[in-house]
């Protein structure tokens, strides 16, 4: 009851269109949306859904896969190609893999299985109508904010140099609310501004210059309060796309800074933080001497702390791999001058090792989550599976793996009905969880689930067996067990042949 007041709440600035063919179906949660959504259209087909959304776009769609003149799948595409970040949710009572990886790959919000449970329904309502909340609030938050740096640049030029003081207070107050809103680079800017500092004393620059390139290092991500949620909080590997979002950061910093007097000598350092000596880099693709000797500084700087800090989907390096590095890009991602002096600089240092990127509290557990666990099970999902394998690349340990394949799994569905499936599915993960609470469980293909740990275990369960006996021996177990090392996995698509 909380969550739908909650949702209800949300609903009251929120449209939806629902596109189903089946007319009952289509009435009956048509009238349950209406009570919750400020506005709710229908279309019984994906050819009149589109046009209704042409005509007037919606906040949610909500949509069938199979359906006459144009299915949902059809129609999610051409909707993601006038909005690509439309939040559309996939109403299915199919388990084909082709339609699940169409979807995947259209970046669908999220799926709804037939016949449709209306607590699960809330449950995946409130996570959207909660990402367009915040959403929105975000872009109130920048649209102020942008007003708010205005509004204090003109003050600036007026005030005496205490209050411009107080003016940097905010502005590293605003580096301080990136940093909270992305637990996973917390003191990032910390290390990369004292990093900056000690290899420019190093060389011999002033100790006003020396100042000014640690400035710059407190506030080189600044430009990152403009990125979406979605791409700063995702703690894994970005894709090509979200890279491209997130290098935006840079000139979104140095444009915001250079408007301010004090900030812009240090705006341009900012500006080229991500260069390259060779060229490659962005956003300018500037080379060589035309980079600022500061900012050929902070290149190293920052690359070194990315080396040396873990990440979800990568291992930090060692001290001395890290030190290796700076001189094997020497002149081609880094000065030769400033990584040669960066070397001598960091080889005695101690580096802090406890700089992880594992949840803390209660609220970063649901945010990690939400990134890594299958909303039906509650088990790992491949995002996580893959992340798996590129954490234990450069890991010594064995890792032991057993997949459960569950044959004949559609058939029991379609004899049983869907909600048994779900139901099977969730209480054999609840088992391998309560039998095996030093493993990993991940759910992979629907029906298939793949049982990771640091030391062998057997996973033949007595209980699954019984669990799989009441399916009128319709349902066929198969284990398989190996070693990742022995059987050289080292990707997810390594396990193909397994399944």
């Given at each position: 009851?909380?969550?739908?007041?909650?949702?209800?709440?949300?609903?009251?600035?929120?449209?939806?269109?629902?596109?189903?063919?089946?007319?009952?179906l289509?009435?009956?949660?048509?009238?349950y949306?209406?009570?919750?959504?400020?506005?709710?259209?229908?279309?019984?087909?994906?050819?009149?859904?589109?046009?209704?959304?042409?005509?007037?776009?919606?906040?949610?769609?909500?949509?069938?896969?199979?359906?006459?003149?144009?299915?949902?799948?059809?129609?999610?595409?051409?909707?993601?190609?006038?909005?690509?970040?439309?939040?559309?949710?996939i109403?299915?009572?199919?388990?084909?893999?082709?339609?699940?990886?169409?979807?995947?790959?259209?970046?669908?919000?999220?799926?709804?299985?037939?016949?449709?449970?209306?607590?699960?329904?809330?449950?995946t309502?409130?996570?959207?109508?909660?990402?367009?909340?915040?959403?929105?609030?975000?872009?109130?938050?920048?649209?102020?904010?942008?007003?708010?740096?205005?509004?204090?640049?003109?003050?600036?030029?007026?005030?005496?140099?205490?209050?411009?003081?107080?003016?940097?207070?905010?502005?590293?107050?605003?580096?301080?609310?990136?940093?909270?809103?992305?637990?996973?680079?917390?003191?990032?800017?910390?290390?990369?501004?004292?990093?900056?500092?000690?290899?420019?004393?190093?060389?011999?620059?002033?100790?006003?210059?020396?100042?000014?390139?640690?400035?710059a290092?407190?506030?080189?991500?600044?430009?990152?309060?403009?990125?979406?949620?979605?791409?700063?909080?995702?703690?894994?590997?970005?894709?090509?796309?979200?890279?491209?979002?997130?290098?935006?950061h840079?000139?979104?910093?140095?444009?915001?800074?250079?408007?301010?007097?004090?900030?812009?000598?240090?705006?341009?350092?900012?500006?080229?933080?991500?260069?390259?000596?060779?060229?490659?880099?962005?956003?300018?693709?500037?080379?060589?001497?035309?980079?600022?000797p500061?900012?050929?500084?902070?290149?190293?700087?920052?690359?070194?702390?990315?080396?040396?800090?873990?990440?979800?989907?990568?291992?930090?390096?060692?001290?001395?791999?890290?030190?290796?590095?700076?001189?094997?890009?020497?002149?081609?991602?880094?000065?030769?001058?400033?990584?040669?002096?960066?070397?001598?600089?960091?080889?005695?240092?101690?580096?802090?090792?406890?700089?992880?990127?594992?949840p803390?509290?209660?609220?970063?557990?649901?945010?990690?989550?939400?990134?890594?666990?299958?909303?039906?099970?509650?088990?790992?999902?491949?995002?996580?599976?893959?992340?798996?394998?590129?954490?234990?690349?450069?890991?010594?340990?064995?890792?032991?793996?057993?997949?459960?394949?569950?044959?004949?799994?559609?058939?029991?569905?379609?004899q049983?009905?869907?909600?048994?499936?779900?139901?099977?599915?969730?209480?054999?993960?609840?088992?391998?969880?309560n039998?095996?609470?030093?493993?990993?469980?991940?759910?992979?293909?629907?029906?298939?689930?793949?049982?990771?740990?640091?030391?062998?275990?057997?996973?033949?369960?007595?209980?699954?067996?019984?669990?799989?006996?009441?399916?009128?021996?319709?349902?066929?177990?198969?284990?398989?067990?190996?070693?990742?090392?022995?059987?050289?996995?080292?990707?997810?698509?390594?396990?193909?042949?397994?399944?």
């Open positions: 009851m909380v969550l739908l007041k909650e949702l209800k709440k949300l609903g009251r600035e929120i449209s939806v269109l629902y596109v189903e063919d089946d007319i009952t289509l009435e009956g949660v048509a009238n949306l209406d009570l919750v959504f400020v506005k709710v259209d229908t279309a019984i087909n994906g050819e009149e859904g589109l046009k209704k959304y042409d005509k007037d776009n919606y906040d949610i769609v909500i949509t069938d896969i199979q359906m006459p003149k144009m299915n949902g799948i059809e129609m999610a595409k051409a909707i993601k190609e006038i909005n690509p970040n439309q939040e559309i949710l109403t299915t009572a199919f388990s084909e893999t082709h339609y699940l990886l169409k979807a995947i790959e259209l970046d669908i919000s999220g799926y709804i299985v037939k016949p449709i449970d209306f607590n699960k329904i809330n449950t309502l409130y996570k959207v109508a909660s990402r367009i909340y915040m959403q929105r609030e975000n872009i109130s938050y920048k649209t102020n904010l942008k007003k708010m740096i205005k509004e204090k640049t003109a003050q600036n030029t007026a005030l005496q140099m205490e209050k411009i003081d107080n003016y940097e207070q905010t502005l590293l107050s605003l580096v301080e609310m990136v940093e909270r809103r992305d637990t996973y680079t917390g003191g990032h800017s910390q290390r990369v501004a004292k990093y900056s500092k000690m290899i420019a004393k190093a060389m011999g620059f002033s100790k006003q210059e020396c100042e000014l390139v640690y400035r290092g407190i506030l080189h991500d600044i430009g990152k309060i403009e990125t979406p949620d979605a791409v700063l909080l995702n703690p894994g590997k970005l894709d090509e796309f979200q890279f491209s979002i997130i290098k935006e840079v000139s979104t910093g140095a444009n915001m800074l250079k408007k301010i007097p004090m900030y812009k000598d240090l705006s341009k350092i900012i500006a080229q933080h991500h260069e390259r000596y060779d060229g490659r880099g962005y956003p300018a693709k500037v080379k060589g001497d035309e980079i600022l500061l900012a050929r500084i902070m290149i190293v700087a920052d690359a070194f702390d990315a080396m040396t800090t873990n990440r979800i989907y990568k291992s930090r390096m060692s001290k001395s791999d890290a030190l290796q590095e700076l001189s094997t890009f020497s002149r081609t991602q880094f000065d030769p001058e400033v990584a040669k002096c960066a070397i001598n600089v960091f080889k005695d240092m101690e580096l802090d090792k406890d700089i992880f990127q594992l803390l509290t209660y609220i970063e557990e649901k945010k990690f989550a939400f990134f890594f666990e299958d909303q039906l099970t509650g088990a790992h999902n491949k995002t996580y599976l893959e992340l798996m394998f590129v954490q234990n690349k450069n890991n010594d340990e064995t890792k032991y793996l057993s997949i459960l394949l569950l044959h004949n799994f559609t058939k029991y569905n379609k049983y009905g869907w909600n048994s499936g779900d139901l099977l599915l969730k209480q054999i993960v609840e088992i391998l969880t039998e095996h609470k030093e493993c990993c469980i991940f759910r992979l293909k629907g029906d298939d689930f793949i049982v990771s740990s640091d030391k062998y275990v057997d996973i033949h369960s007595p209980k699954i067996d019984e669990l799989l006996s009441k399916t009128n021996d319709i349902i066929q177990l198969e284990i398989k067990e190996f070693t990742a090392e022995d059987e050289k996995i080292k990707s997810l698509n390594d396990l193909k042949k397994f399944l």
